[in-house]
């Protein structure tokens, strides 16, 4: 069992989060968790008041996280092939852990159950996704216009998010990989 408040925050952080990416917003339940941690919901409700709240919290850690390492990946490596190759395992690591998806995503597709804090938090990762491979893509097409970048990214953003989606539910990681080559022969990605 988790000791300080700070442990006890991360680990409920943790065990919605692997609920979220397995079963979707709509799964969490304060009992639950509580019971997983093995605190008592009063607990839970004390590190995060609503159901909005955590979802938002767990959005927010999603973004910030990703976005730092996809920072990483800029500062290591100015080949947008090995930037694409390296952010395309991130969807794929998900579905090799337990067939999880990407946080962010399985969420968007409860768009319509989610508070519209947990929405803004959504809405956030997509852009910090989109903004990201916008610059990728504008070491591979110095030319292009930032609006023909910014297109491009959110095609290969969807596509990628898609291709897990696809992948997940037909229970086969192969489909993924097979549609990520798919989608370099054909030239969206570098």
Request: with cysteine.
């Given at each position: 069992?988790?000791?300080?408040?700070?442990?006890?925050?991360?680990?409920?952080?943790?065990?919605?989060?692997?609920?979220?990416?397995?079963?979707?917003?709509?799964?969490?339940?304060?009992?639950?968790?509580?019971?997983?941690?093995?605190?008592?919901?009063?607990?839970?409700?004390?590190?995060?008041?609503t159901k909005g709240d955590l979802g938002a919290a767990l959005?927010?850690?999603?973004?910030?996280?990703?976005?730092?390492?996809?920072?990483?990946?800029?500062?290591?490596?100015?080949?947008?092939?090995?930037?694409?190759?390296?952010?395309?395992?991130?969807?794929?690591?998900?579905?090799?852990?337990?067939?999880?998806?990407?946080?962010?995503?399985?969420?968007?597709?409860?768009?319509?159950?989610?508070?519209?804090?947990?929405?803004?938090?959504?809405?956030?990762?997509?852009?910090?996704?989109?903004?990201?491979?916008?610059?990728?893509?504008?070491?591979?097409?110095?030319?292009?216009?930032?609006?023909?970048?910014?297109?491009?990214?959110?095609?290969?953003?969807?596509?990628?998010?898609?291709?897990?989606?696809?992948?997940?539910?037909?229970?086969?990681?192969?489909?993924?990989?097979?549609?990520?080559?798919?989608?370099?022969?054909?030239?969206?990605?570098?």
């Amino acid at each position: 069992m988790a000791k300080t408040k700070s442990e006890m925050r991360e680990a409920v952080l943790a065990a919605a989060r692997a609920t979220v990416q397995a079963h979707g917003y709509n799964a969490l339940s304060f009992r639950e968790l509580a019971k997983e941690v093995g605190i008592k919901s009063a607990s839970v409700h004390y590190h995060f008041p609503t159901k909005g709240d955590l979802g938002a919290a767990l959005a927010r850690r999603y973004t910030e996280d990703g976005a730092a390492y996809l920072a990483e990946l800029l500062a290591t490596s100015s080949d947008a092939t090995w930037c694409m190759d390296r952010y395309t395992e991130i969807f794929r690591s998900a579905l090799a852990n337990n067939n999880r998806m990407c946080l962010c995503g399985i969420m968007s597709a409860e768009l319509d159950d989610l508070p519209a804090e947990v929405r803004a938090e959504v809405d956030k990762f997509a852009k910090t996704n989109v903004g990201w491979i916008t610059k990728v893509l504008s070491r591979a097409r110095p030319a292009a216009s930032e609006q023909q970048l910014q297109e491009h990214a959110m095609a290969i953003f969807a596509a990628i998010e898609g291709a897990q989606l696809v992948a997940r539910g037909c229970q086969d990681i192969a489909i993924y990989d097979r549609t990520v080559r798919a989608y370099r022969t054909t030239g969206l990605i570098p």
